[in-house]
């Protein structure tokens, strides 16, 4: 019964991986088929060549394509995470036409990640685009913005986009926690008088928090091997340059599967350990704090 | 009074950054030649230019029934892989079950990057580079895990009696799997297809690396690649064309089933 469904996940999953992690010990060309592969060990990770050292590990640009992935994702997701909870707390209360603004806010999630990037990157558009004019004219600045290639503003552009695209999602799984939860807590907390922010860090946000650390590792996974918004954002720009991006580069664009590979294999080594670290810091706190779901 | 004046700016705030960008860049795509870089939001001369241009340019008929082929084929094989694996890993006890779809799970959070030059070796040995039935083949790495993931879900909802009766009837399986499940099933594969359908819809990075011609092109790559006589002046009219014929029906679709969706989403993150 389960045979046909993992043997195709052996085939389209775990092979092209088992093949990724050996390419990378390899000198492999991309157009060769790997038949021309020779085993080269550690090379593409770290050699040194007549005292120069070479490989991923020694290539600033890997680094920096490391440390743009974890602003972006931490940012992008914190920020997501406390939008997402607002969203789903003004979305939780009744109000008319509520069906309709549901709707309404599902819509940036349904938009393909490329038509996304592609109608921001024309709103930032330095000359022509929405956004400077708006804040032009509101007097916010004196000069346009180049929003998609100034080294900063471009990381603020893209998780800005990202932020708009996936906090839907958070807003969702929030919503449904949030609706799930008993309503005599909040007629018990309303009768005692409890200021509705107290009753907000104190009651909703242990109940929903199962929820929430779920989402926020659904999220935090997707958003570090972040690949379309940044590359048809801001393309191979080195300011924005996410693992994903830098892996890929390597692998088509330079056409090194052996470096490509390698590089590939530490995005993956990389999101593990982020994703241990955040189960790990989930799991801590709740034993830290047994209290912490009392109300 | 000012409390729920209050709430109301809060849900007009959120509707107009959700709804915004998608209105702006209809509006755009209706501006003409010039009108585009003179100010003003509401084209001044409303023309259909744009969308003529996109189909002129590039095969772009030709991109939209790529992706619909493709991702409706995907979406097919996904669900009928999935629904007897979901069977056995929702109703049948076995050794190593757990292990099983942790495994699943795993692998639905793969980064695509992993696995691009296993891909493309495996691809290119099955003499499926630059085909749709390559693009396929790899995306079911994206959607097997999560059809499987969901169906399991949804059918550990239903009611142990139900296959008991059957079983004590004799019913195999496969039978109830078509008599009992399937008729309950029918809201929950229709917003398991659907979630994969976009998933398969939206991929961009398998899309860009296996295929080559404008011909085999899916419509998230075509529209990636509009490009203008330069780097600087891109086409932003006929690029916001393209995106309003592709995101329309999307949005379309996610808003009438919505419903559908958002049980979707919660029963595959909040339960698992």
Not at chain 1, 123 to 137: K, R, S
């Amino acid at each position: 019964m389960i045979a046909p469904m993992a043997i195709v996940l052996l085939a389209v999953a775990a092979w092209p991986l088992a093949r990724t992690v050996a390419l990378g010990f390899t000198d492999a060309g991309l157009t060769g088929g790997g038949a021309d592969a020779a085993f080269v060990g550690w090379e593409n990770y770290y050699a040194v060549f007549g005292g120069q050292p070479f490989g991923v590990l020694a290539d600033p640009q890997w680094w920096r394509a490391v440390g743009n992935t974890l602003v972006f994702a931490s940012v992008s997701v914190s920020l997501e995470t406390v939008l997402g909870v607002l969203v789903a707390l003004v979305l939780h209360r009744r109000f008319p036409g509520r069906a309709w603004v549901r709707a309404a806010v599902l819509v940036p999630w349904a938009i393909p990640t490329v038509v996304s990037a592609k109608i921001w990157a024309w709103m930032l558009n330095d000359q022509f685009g929405i956004i400077n004019a708006v804040l032009l004219d509101l007097g916010l600045i004196a000069t346009p913005l180049a929003w998609t290639a100034d080294p900063l503003l471009s990381m603020v552009a893209v998780i800005t986009v990202d932020v708009w695209k996936t906090t839907p999602f958070m807003a969702l799984l929030v919503l449904a926690a949030l609706e799930m939860l008993p309503r005599d807590i909040y007629e018990a907390a309303r009768v005692d008088g409890i200021h509705p922010v107290r009753v907000f860090f104190r009651v909703t946000l242990p109940l929903i928090r199962p929820a929430l650390i779920v989402a926020i590792v659904f999220r935090a996974l997707d958003a570090l091997r972040v690949f379309d918004l940044v590359y048809v954002l801001t393309a191979n720009s080195p300011a924005t340059m996410t693992m994903s991006v830098y892996a890929r580069r390597e692998l088509i664009d330079f056409q090194s599967a052996g470096t490509g590979s390698a590089a590939a294999t530490l995005v993956v080594l990389v999101i593990a350990l982020a994703a241990v670290t955040i189960l790990m810091a989930g799991r801590l706190r709740r034993v830290g704090r047994p209290l912490e779901g009392a109300p | 009074m000012i409390r729920r004046l209050g709430l109301a700016l809060v849900v007009a705030l959120i509707v107009a950054v959700a709804v915004g960008p998608l209105l702006y860049a209809i509006l755009t795509s209706l501006e003409g030649g010039g009108g585009l870089f003179t100010a003003g939001l509401w084209p001044d001369e409303p023309t259909l230019a744009n969308y003529a241009a996109v189909f002129a340019d590039q095969p772009f008929g030709r991109n939209i029934l790529n992706s619909i082929v493709v991702a409706g084929g995907v979406v097919a094989v996904s669900l009928l892989l999935s629904l007897t694996a979901a069977y056995a890993l929702a109703r049948v006890a076995f050794r190593g079950r757990g292990l099983l779809l942790g495994t699943v799970l795993c692998v639905s959070m793969f980064p695509q990057v992993a696995v691009l030059s296993g891909m493309f070796l495996l691809i290119r040995s099955l003499g499926l580079y630059n085909s749709l039935a390559g693009l396929g083949l790899s995306y079911l790495m994206l959607t097997l895990p999560f059809t499987v993931w969901m169906l399991t879900t949804f059918l550990r909802q239903l009611p142990k009696e139900l296959e008991e009766a059957a079983i004590l009837d004799g019913a195999g399986p496969l039978t109830i799997i078509g008599r009992v499940f399937l008729p309950l099933l029918w809201p929950a594969l229709v917003s398991t297809g659907l979630l994969a359908f976009v998933v398969a819809w939206n991929e961009f990075l398998f899309a860009l690396t296996f295929t080559l011609t404008a011909e085999t092109r899916t419509v998230p790559v075509a529209i990636a690649l509009i490009s203008g006589a330069s780097q600087h002046e891109l086409p932003w009219g006929r690029i916001m064309a393209a995106s309003v014929i592709v995101t329309v029906p999307m949005v379309l679709l996610v808003l009438v089933f919505q419903r559908w969706i958002v049980s979707g989403l919660t029963a595959g993150a909040v339960k698992g």
